[in-house]
């Protein structure tokens, strides 16, 4: 049986759905709970995302309070982000293949064609290039075309930023995904515009003034280099502004051992606490946390608890900013002591006056931040970042 645009309609378990091909939900449907357990990718309190061998990902959502319950029972979300999905398909819009979409009284699911070395691009971003410090020009190049093309496609997003996209390194191509609240209004409006604009900021962990300057550029955001440089400088104090009303959130989420930002670990009675990176996984693998805590490569620095944690968060406030520093990885905490392990750098005080400092101390101020110049170090790999985050004056 098919619906009035094609799709085949399937009943079962109490649930209706729509499918692109008959025969989607075999075998995986009649026990997807057992596929909710074992095959988990995300979840928060209303959402869960999980994978069904390989081949697919479902979306479920499951409204709890009644006033979520009825608006989900009278606007379905998985069907308004399968029509969005089908709607920038037909459009010429790179996105991820969805299959179909169920529902059950409040409760939808959505299904997804898996891309199977897909990752998102800020995932990769953050890996490769952030944390792992290659090359990134030619994939900035290549994911600029891409933001480029979505942003001056007619549509508006609401929630645009790397998370949303995906990126095949097999293939080189990109996707959107999550696409739930995509609009394609009679005009994207100057405020729309400008908010998809800010997209850009995600790189500012790692380019430089003038790969800004060309990247605001390109996307057209501005029309000159002169315009061009104001509005990332602008846009960073903006960014710095937004995080700072956040901050007293997120420090509590920290404190609290949010598992966004650090893995809480026990071993022989001792509790560790492993920071994460900006991709949300820890810098420390937990399974081999022993081994590296021995290994030599960390240095370790004994402090009073008060003094560790406050370096502790001053590492995760720079972090948000996306000002690279010499980070904490590892807390562990000893009564009225605590222990620090720190990642080892190789560098040294970088020449006064060169293009780099000058650049690195400019994007510092923007988050109102003044690292002395003896207090910054200049990798092997060129980069400058903050070497001791005791002398760094943040409130935290």
């Known amino acids: 049986m098919a619906d009035n645009t094609g799709l085949s309609i399937e009943r079962r ?3 209706k759905w729509r499918l692109r091909t008959p025969g989607l939900l075999e075998p995986w449907f009649d026990q997807y709970e ?5 095959s988990l990718v995300k979840s928060n309190p209303v959402r869960s995302v999980f994978k069904v061998n390989n081949q697919y990902f479902v979306k479920l959502d499951c409204p709890r309070n009644p006033l979520h319950k009825l608006r989900a029972y009278l606007c379905c979300k998985a069907e308004s982000e399968f029509n969005t999905a089908m709607q920038l398909e037909k459009d010429g819009i790179p996105v991820i293949k969805y299959l179909g979409w169920g529902r059950s009284g409040c409760l ?4 997804s064609e ?5 990752v998102t691009a800020w995932d990769f971003w953050g890996r490769e290039y952030v944390i792992g410090g290659k090359d990134h020009t030619a994939f900035l190049d290549k994911l600029a075309k891409f933001l480029k093309k979505f942003i001056y496609s007619g549509f508006f997003h609401p929630d645009f930023h790397l998370g949303n996209v995906l990126y095949s390194p097999q293939s080189g191509q990109f996707a959107l995904v999550d696409v739930y609240g ?3 209004p009679a005009g994207v409006s100057v405020g729309q515009m400008e908010r998809m604009y800010k997209i850009v900021l995600a790189f500012r962990d790692i380019i430089s003034d003038t790969e800004a300057e060309k990247l605001v550029l390109f996307m057209g955001i501005r029309e000159t280099p002169e315009a061009a440089r104001l509005y990332f400088d602008s846009a960073l104090k903006a960014e710095a502004a937004f995080l700072n009303d956040e901050w007293p959130r997120r420090r509590r989420q920290i404190l609290e051992s949010y598992r966004k930002f ?3 670990l026990s071993i022989d009675g001792q509790e560790y606490f492993l920071k994460h990176s900006p991709v949300a996984e820890p810098f420390i693998n937990p399974a081999e946390l022993s081994q590296t805590l021995n290994s030599g490569n960390l240095e370790k620095v004994t402090l009073p608890a008060g003094e560790a944690l406050t370096l502790w968060l001053k590492s995760f406030r720079l972090q948000f900013y996306g000002i690279l520093h010499r980070r904490p990885l590892v ?3 000893n009564g009225s002591q605590s222990v620090l392990y720190f990642n080892k750098i190789e560098g040294k005080i970088p020449a006064p006056g060169i293009p780099e400092v000058s650049e ?3 994007r510092c101020a923007c988050f109102s931040i003044s690292p002395a110049h003896e207090n910054l170090l200049q990798t092997a790999g060129g980069r400058i970042l903050i070497n001791n985050l005791a002398l760094i004056d943040l409130e935290v």
């Open 13 to 15: 378990r109490g649930w």
């Open 360 to 362: 690195f101390i400019k």
């Open 331 to 333: 807390l562990e905490k």
């Open 114 to 118: 898996a891309v199977p070395d897909a």
């Open 262 to 264: 650090i893995t809480r």
């Open 34 to 38: 057992h596929y909710l357990k074992s």
């Open 108 to 111: 939808s699911m959505i299904l």
């Open 182 to 184: 995509i609009s394609k």
